[in-house]
């Protein structure tokens, strides 16, 4: 399988005000995650990945955040579904830090402390992780269930 990113793009940005006034000691509860895949065409591909702040009745937030971050890749020599899979867990990799990097600028220009998301190594979804990514002592076919 290959892949080339053809294209970055912004869906949403969006900085408000809390309409209630948060409790200072409320922590800053920041979300990150990745919006279904979306097949353009036969080769094109579209991920997007997002990062939040959002507050609720139960956990008002100071600043409401939303950055939408999508790119669109271009998709060849795809064997079976599992590539798939491989494709957008690396195509995440490639765009999270453009959104780090957007959603970090949104913050400073609504005049807020900086924020910034954190630093990933290996996957960044829980969905993307390999649990039998190696086997340690034996064959693939002694594998814990």
Request: include cysteine; charged fraction near 25%; proline fraction near 8%.
């Amino acid at each position: 399988m290959k892949y080339v990113l053809k294209t970055i793009g912004v869906d949403n940005l969006s900085f408000s005000l809390s309409k209630t006034k948060p409790n200072p000691d409320t922590p800053i509860n920041q979300q990150i995650g990745r919006l279904p895949l979306r097949r353009i065409n036969e080769t094109l591909f579209c991920v997007t990945l997002f990062a939040k702040i959002e507050g609720t009745e139960e956990n008002v937030q100071p600043f409401n955040v939303n950055a939408e971050l999508s790119g669109i890749f271009e998709v060849t020599e795809v064997k079976d579904e599992s590539e798939i899979r491989k494709f957008v867990t690396e195509a995440s990799k490639v765009l999270y830090p453009h959104l780090c990097a957007t959603y970090t600028n949104l913050c400073t220009t609504a005049h807020v402390p900086p924020l910034q998301l954190p630093v990933k190594n290996g996957p960044l979804f829980p969905e993307d992780e390999d649990k039998f990514a190696f086997v340690v002592g034996g064959n693939e076919n002694n594998r814990p269930n």
